[in-house]
């Protein structure tokens, strides 16, 4: 990986882009420590430490976000609207016939489903952000208002006036600056490396790795040596087994027929084709965390007198240290899997490829009899890249309710981390590759 960057920085466009890719960092980072007005970040971040009901969801957005949620900063909201609206969008393409011809349309119809996809994310984090003005102003578990004048020195101001103007500038600071993320994200796309919104969220994970050292020493200092040993060798573990099962693939054996054309004869060979075992990367996780935040964001609309009802009772359920959250993500992340590889594999059009360029699968008749068997394989290869992004997510969360220990640093969060990085390493390997290739004119 060293290497790989060492030889990417000596290129002159790759350095460009490295260095493009590194500024967006630093005003991601710099956005996440500038506070949205009229905010009591000291009471909010006590809020946040106590947790429950939609103080939860908001604290795993501290995570995403490197601690931009502490500083209530303008960044806090993340790219959870953008990500929702992602999975919407590719969801209606499914469904509704016009986005599914405007999908197949090729670049024009890329463009149009994109700005629906920005118009869509506008809208849910305004809806985020008037569900995260609510919470302060519910003062989350002890009731004490999170909302107040810039200079107060002592006590607050409730009266209607200021709460709505509050309102407004909290809930529009937020929406601004998800979109600004979102636009730093596409940005990354067109003239940095790498994919926009996971480098960003690569960023906020990584600049929580000192709160993360310092937690462990915290257990190191008060003598609890099995839990920070345990820690470490689960998390070298963990990242261990991410490397080798992002690089695992299953080779299907693929043997071409002879052709003859004029004096040359083509074909004759056999060789294989790759299907990764992690087919989808860490979207299956990243889709489902952000659907799994829909309950708490509800949860933050409702005020103290709702905590007795039936409806806060059934969206309490879904908390993100909780045995039931770990169930249902792990099914939420199996089920996008399949997803993601409905619409990105097609056996069909695979087994009319083969056939096109004259190859079959040994043992396999061309036609039906392919496309079933290409099939089969995609299922249970998805089935097990499934079960590895499920087990990676959820044994913290299991390990933390059972053994009462928090890891900073979550299963998911590492994924993001070593997924996102082994994927910007290949994007340099093959742009290096590209650029060292001479090619038809040389």
């Avoid at 931009?68 to 209606?92: G, H, K, R």
């Avoid at 257990?219 to 040993?229: G, I, K, R």
């Avoid at 908390?319 to 959250?325: D, K």
Wanted: aromatic share 12%; with cysteine.
């Amino acid at each position: 990986m060293l290497e790989t960057l060492r030889n990417a920085w000596r290129v002159t466009e790759l350095r460009k882009k490295i260095l493009f890719t590194v500024l967006i960092i630093f005003l991601f980072r710099l956005g996440s420590i500038i506070p949205v007005p009229f905010i009591d970040v000291a009471n909010l971040k006590t809020a946040l430490d106590i947790g429950g009901s939609g103080g939860e969801f908001f604290s795993y957005l501290n995570i995403l976000t490197g601690g931009a949620m502490d500083y209530a900063a303008l960044f806090a909201m993340s790219v959870t609207p953008y990500i929702n609206a992602s999975i919407i969008m590719q969801l209606l393409t499914v469904a509704i016939p016009p986005l599914e011809r405007l999908a197949k349309e090729g670049e024009e119809g890329q463009k149009k489903i994109a700005t629906y996809t920005r118009f869509a994310t506008i809208v849910l984090a305004l809806i985020q952000g008037i569900a995260f003005y609510i919470y302060l102003l519910n003062g989350g578990e002890n009731g004490t208002p999170l909302v107040k004048p810039i200079g107060a020195s002592a006590g607050y101001v409730n009266t209607l006036g200021f709460n709505i103007f509050a309102g407004v500038v909290i809930v529009l600071c937020f929406t601004a600056g998800s979109a600004l993320m979102m636009w730093m994200g596409e940005r990354i796309d067109e003239k940095g490396v790498g994919n926009g919104i996971s480098i960003l969220l690569f960023a906020g994970i990584i600049s929580r790795l000192p709160s993360g050292i310092a937690a462990l020493w915290g257990y190191w200092q008060a003598e609890n040596y099995f839990a920070a040993v345990g820690i470490v060798i689960l998390m070298l573990a963990v990242v261990v087994f991410i490397v080798f099962m992002t690089a695992a693939e299953h080779r299907i054996p693929i043997q071409y027929a002879k052709r003859v054309v004029g004096r040359k004869q083509y074909g004759g060979q056999n060789t294989h084709m790759p299907i990764k075992v992690n087919m989808s990367g860490v979207m299956p996780i990243i889709f489902a965390s952000s659907i799994l935040s829909i309950p708490s964001t509800i949860l933050a609309f409702m005020g103290q007198t709702s905590y007795e009802s039936l409806w806060y009772r059934l969206l309490s359920l879904v908390n993100y240290r909780s045995l039931f959250y770990a169930l249902i993500y792990f099914l939420m992340i199996i089920g996008f899997a399949y997803f993601y590889k409905s619409i990105q594999y097609n056996p069909v059009e695979m087994a009319n490829n083969l056939r096109k360029n004259s190859g079959a699968i040994p043992g396999i008749r061309p036609g039906k009899p392919t496309v079933e068997y290409l099939a089969k394989i995609l299922s249970k290869v998805t089935l097990i890249g499934a079960l590895f992004l499920g087990v990676v997510a959820v044994l913290p969360i299991v390990l933390g309710t059972a053994t009462g220990v928090n890891f900073t640093l979550g299963g998911t969060s590492v994924l993001i981390v070593v997924g996102v990085a082994l994927d910007t390493v290949q994007q340099l390997e093959s742009q290096m590759l590209m650029r060292h290739y001479k090619g038809f004119l040389d």
